[in-house]
């Protein structure tokens, strides 16, 4: 007696693992025939990475969108160290090397101390991490639709 009902209880389970793998057959990966901005990849499947997006080389300088926006960075900033130990931005951005490197000089604000606008012998350390303002601006189309715009001063 007691076999058969282990019997019956295995048999039932088998059953049900069946209907559950038949389920997931229909819907393998689970996200529905949804796409995100991730695409349409199931989850479980590798999707190949994006290629890389292109900084052009020519696009100069970047114009503002709103007064007092930290400019665009318009260049490429792969391999550019900025750490505790080294600032690769500021060996063309600051005022002692602009000039050669043909690049702009940081703005005066940025040797100002934040609290007192006390203007100081070296880069301020609250300017000292450039990337927490500057971003680099790639050749990518928006991911989403936005209608965002310029302000009218800078129109
Ligand atoms: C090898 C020199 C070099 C390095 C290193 C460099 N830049 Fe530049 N940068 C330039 C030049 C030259 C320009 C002027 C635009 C152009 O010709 O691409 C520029 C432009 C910019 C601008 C736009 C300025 C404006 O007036 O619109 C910003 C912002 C900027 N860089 C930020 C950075 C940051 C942040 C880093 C470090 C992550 C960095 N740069 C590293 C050379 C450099
Ligand atoms: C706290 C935010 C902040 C940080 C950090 C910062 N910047 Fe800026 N940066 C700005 C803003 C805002 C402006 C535009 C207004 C101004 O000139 O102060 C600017 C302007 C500039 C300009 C254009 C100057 C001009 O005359 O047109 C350059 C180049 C620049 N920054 C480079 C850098 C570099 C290189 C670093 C890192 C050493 C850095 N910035 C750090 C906010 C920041």
Redesign the pocket.
């Known amino acids: 007696m007691k076999r058969l009902v282990l019997a019956v209880m295995a048999f039932g389970m088998m059953l049900a693992g069946a209907v559950h793998s038949a389920e997931e057959l229909h819907n393998p990966g689970g996200i529905g025939g949804l796409e995100s901005l991730r695409g349409a990849s199931e989850l479980e499947a590798t999707r190949a990475a994006d290629p890389m997006k292109r900084y052009p080389r020519d696009?100069?300088?970047?114009d503002s969108d709103y007064v007092y926006q930290?400019?665009?960075?318009?260049?490429t900033?792969r391999n550019?160290e900025?750490s505790k130990n080294a600032n690769?931005?500021l060996?063309?951005?600051s005022w002692k090397n602009a000039n050669e490197?043909?690049?702009?000089k940081i703005s005066v604000t940025h040797y100002q101390s934040p609290r007192e606008g006390q203007v100081l012998s070296d880069v301020s350390p609250a300017r000292y991490f450039?990337?927490q303002c500057?971003v680099p601006q790639a050749d990518a189309k928006p991911l989403v639709e936005n209608d965002f715009q310029r302000v009218d001063a800078l129109r």
Not at 101 to 104: E, V
């Open positions: 696009q100069g300088t970047i930290p400019p665009l960075v318009p260049h900033i550019y900025v690769k931005c060996a063309c951005h490197m043909g690049a702009t450039c990337l500057h």
